[in-house]
């Protein structure tokens, strides 16, 4: 962070959710790129040391001042929304994982304020918006998709539908989404 260490510092709860993101992230292709499963191939000690990590930003949270906090998580949350897209990066430029981690981690301080309280009502809580955050992100994620595919329909839209096969209504339906998003974007 090019400064000396404190505790105090507004920028270490968003340090906590991005080594989290992260350490996810790496173990997750460590192990995609041995062909082994997420989680049935992880030792005992692996699986200790991941959970502690995401234990230590969940209370790392808590342990901050949390309009530092709930600052942070709205700038997140606004990445998401439709007034964002003119002011910030690209949707194609934002870590969409990174983002739902950290909407995960920090979304609990949002509604609550008080501390002693926070932790134990708002670990209930967490499912529920956890799952919003979730789809919130995998829309995303599917937008980034749909920009970044090369989708190229020979003709009209029911000559390309037949040459693939797919006649039904939900396949016709996501091709005119596809074509409304690549006319949106530009």
Same mark, same amino acid.
């Given at each position: *962070?090019? /400064? ?18 992260? +350490?996810?992230?790496?173990? #997750?292709?460590?192990?995609? !790129? ?5 989680? =049935?191939? *992880? !030792?005992?000690?692996?699986?200790? =040391? ?5 234990? $230590?930003?969940? /209370?790392? %949270? ?7 906090? @709930? ?7 606004? /990445?998401?929304?439709?007034?964002? %897209?003119? !002011? ?5 430029? &934002? ?7 950290? &909407?995960?981690?920090?979304?609990? +301080? ?10 134990? +009502?708002?670990? %209930?809580?967490?499912?529920? #918006?956890?799952?919003?955050? *979730? ?12 920009? %970044?595919? @090369? &989708?190229?329909?020979? =003709?009209?839209?029911?000559? $390309?539908?037949? @040459?693939? =096969?797919? !006649? ?5 339906? *996501? ?5 409304? &998003? ?5």
């Amino acid at each position: *962070m090019g /400064v000396m260490p404190d505790d105090e510092n507004e920028r270490v709860p968003i340090l906590s959710w991005n080594v989290c993101a992260y +350490t996810i992230q790496a173990t #997750e292709l460590l192990l995609r !790129s041995k062909g082994k499963p997420l989680f =049935g191939e *992880m !030792s005992s000690r692996q699986t200790k =040391g991941l959970k502690a990590l995401v234990r $230590f930003a969940v /209370v790392n %949270t808590f342990c901050h001042k949390q309009e530092h906090v @709930q600052k942070h998580t709205v700038r997140l949350l606004s /990445v998401l929304s439709a007034e964002h %897209t003119h !002011s910030g990066p690209s949707i194609l430029d &934002i870590d969409l994982f990174s983002l739902l981690a950290s &909407i995960c981690l920090s979304c609990a +301080t949002v509604q609550k304020n008080d501390k002693t309280a926070g932790l134990k +009502t708002t670990i %209930t809580n967490l499912p529920i #918006e956890g799952q919003h955050a *979730m789809r919130a992100t995998f829309t995303a994620h599917l937008i980034q998709i749909l920009l %970044t595919a @090369q &989708i190229e329909p020979h =003709g009209d839209e029911e000559s $390309f539908m037949e @040459q693939d =096969g797919a !006649s039904n209504q939900q396949a016709q339906a *996501m091709l005119r989404a596809y074509i409304v &998003i690549r006319e949106l974007a530009g």
